[in-house]
C-alpha cells in the first residue's frame, strides 16, 4: 500500500488511531484502572496488520493482549473495588466468570510464523500490569498450545486461569 503525501500538518487516520490507543493507555495507567487495556492492545495489532502490513509487531501485540487476558486483567476494576472496600472476596470469586482467551487465541492462529519470530519473555516485560497471576511457564505453555497442537483446547485454559485467579483472591489481604 502506498502512502498518500500529506501536508506538514496532516496525519494519516492510522497515526491518529496510534495516538489515541497510546494516549488512552497512558491514561488508563494514571486512572489505576486497566481493565480496557486487552482490548487496547487487540486493537493496536489489528491496526498493524491493516495498514503496517507489519505481521509481526502486530503478533507482539496480540500475543501482549493475551497475556493481559490470561492474567485476568479484564477483572482488575473488581479487585481495584475490593481493595477499595465495595466488594468482598467472596464478591471478587462470583464476579470472575472465565477469561477471554479464545478470541485472541483464534486470531492468533493465522499468524503462528510470526508467533515463533518472537521471545515470549519480550511480550511478558512488554505488559506492565499489576496483577500477574500466568507466570512465564503458564504462557509459555499456553503459546505452545496455541501454535504446535492440532487442538487448542481454550476450556481447558479457562479452567486452569480461574483456578490460578481464585488463589490470587484467596492470597489478597
Known amino acids: 500500500m502506498q502512502k498518500k ?43 498493524l496488520f491493516e495498514f503496517d502490513s507489519n505481521f509481526k509487531r502486530g503478533t507482539f501485540f ?19 473495588c475490593y481493595y477499595d472496600g465495595y466488594t468482598t ?35 511478558i516485560n512488554f505488559v506492565q500490569i499489576p496483577i500477574r497471576i500466568c507466570t512465564e511457564s503458564d504462557f509459555t505453555a499456553l503459546v505452545n498450545e496455541l501454535t504446535i497442537a492440532d487442538y487448542f483446547d481454550d476450556k481447558k485454559w479457562n479452567s486452569f486461569f480461574t483456578k490460578k485467579y481464585n488463589q490470587y483472591i484467596n492470597s489478597l489481604t
Open 89 to 123: 472476596k467472596a464478591g471478587l470469586a462470583k464476579s470472575f466468570y472465565d477469561i477471554d482467551i479464545e478470541i485472541i487465541a483464534d486470531i492468533l492462529l493465522s499468524y503462528i510464523d510470526y508467533i515463533k519470530e518472537i521471545d515470549l519473555k519480550d511480550v
Open 62 to 80: 496480540l500475543l501482549a493482549a493475551l497475556y493481559c487476558e490470561a492474567n485476568g486483567i479484564s477483572y482488575f476494576y473488581d479487585i481495584k
Open 5 to 47: 503525501q500529506l501536508g506538514a500538518n496532516q496525519y494519516t487516520f492510522r497515526d491518529v488511531a496510534w495516538c489515541v490507543f497510546n494516549m488512552k493507555i497512558k491514561e488508563l495507567y494514571e486512572q489505576n484502572d486497566i481493565s480496557p487495556i486487552t482490548l487496547i492492545y487487540k486493537n493496536m495489532a489489528l491496526l
